[in-house]
């Protein structure tokens, strides 16, 4: 473990201009390029790793900060190492004039499980891959018990996403580790057909079935899964959709308005519960997933993470 974390090329301070406002200091080698990485302080004893996801501001160091006051809240930090991977694209890479190396997507691409740009092609979503191998192999980290991917905002739709279309990790049962996917306040959700909880018109929205509404034209990395296969493995995912009770503006400008979210709800709260709505409709034999509300919070990650609810999502 520890060769592992020493690993993390440290860089100089950040910088801030347009765009994102930081580069995370530390780096993850992986086969196709270094992904730019924010860590917590490694304590001695790993037993539980918290995976943050940032949303669309790819603003990963705030995210970190923010679980490691939740870990500080909890009481967890003796236990609990933080990973903040950090999605960069290009034009980070040309603000900061960031070298070749590191890994970068098109726009937000990589919120979709897309391919990266360079240095070579490998999908966001196998980026997260490699971070749950690294962190479920007994050699590097013998102790941990648990593995916690959580996100907000966009980071809560890569999260949904991510836990419908990852690959079964053969080291998670084997070691014992647990695998929980924490999906708080995402603007819309992949649904498995085409049932939509609000009517709509189809000749105006042609793409409300389209990756990441729906499961028509799936990403590469899906690897040809059927719609079917996918749902049947995904309601067995212990997977908890956080929801903040005040996240009900319908003209939040981060909001996603587009047709194929529309169909979805009018806002976030009320898209998590009909989304959840339509998993339980489909699985009345029940689902290994459960939806909580947290109340007097709106769109906020820090209020998400910090809450009383937030915490019991993150750490029981």
């Known amino acids: 473990m520890r060769k592992w974390l020493l690993a993390l090329l440290i ?7 347009a765009g994102v406002d930081a580069i995370s200091p530390g780096r993850l080698q992986f086969e196709a390029g270094e992904m730019a990485v924010g860590i917590s302080p490694a304590p001695e004893k790993i037993e539980r790793v918290l995976i943050v996801i940032h949303g669309r501001l790819r603003n990963a160091e705030t995210y970190r900060k923010s679980a490691e006051r939740a870990t500080e809240l909890a ?23 960031l070298p070749n190396t590191l890994l970068r997507w098109k726009g ?33 980290f013998p102790d941990v018990k648990q593995i916690v991917i959580f996100g907000h905002s966009g980071g809560g739709q890569v999260v949904q996403r991510y836990a419908l279309l990852a690959k079964d990790q053969p080291a998670l049962k084997a070691n014992g ?16 057909n085409e049932q939509r909880p609000m009517a709509f018109d189809h000749a105006q929205c042609p793409g409300f079935n389209r990756w990441k509404y729906g499961l028509t034209d799936m990403p590469v990395y899906a690897g040809g899964q059927t719609p079917m296969q996918l749902e049947s ?43 959840f709505g339509y998993l339980l409709r489909r699985h009345p034999e029940g689902v290994n997933q459960r939806l909580v509300e947290v109340p007097g919070v709106g769109h906020n990650g820090d209020g998400m993470l910090t809450s009383p609810e937030g915490l019991k999502a993150l750490f029981d």
Not at 75 to 92: C, R, Y
Not at 238 to 266: F, M, N, R, T
């Open 11 to 17: 860089i100089g301070g950040n910088a801030h201009a």
């Open 75 to 97: 009481g967890k930090t003796a236990h609990t190492l933080v990973i903040a991977p950090q999605f960069l694209n290009e034009s980070d890479v040309a603000l900061y004039s």
């Open 108 to 140: 937000n691409e990589w919120m979709g499980g897309g391919l990266s740009t360079g240095p070579k092609p490998l999908s966001s979503y196998a980026a997260l891959d490699a971070i749950v191998a690294r962190v479920s192999d007994r050699k590097q």
């Open 177 to 192: 580790i647990r695998l929980r996917y924490v999906v708080a306040n995402p603007s819309s959700y992949a649904y498995f």
């Open 233 to 275: 493995s995904y309601i067995k995912r212990e997977v908890i959709y956080l929801l903040g009770q005040q996240d009900i503006d319908p003209q939040h400008p981060a909001l996603d308005k587009s047709c194929a979210a529309e169909a979805q709800g009018a806002y976030r709260l009320e898209r998590g519960k009909l989304f």
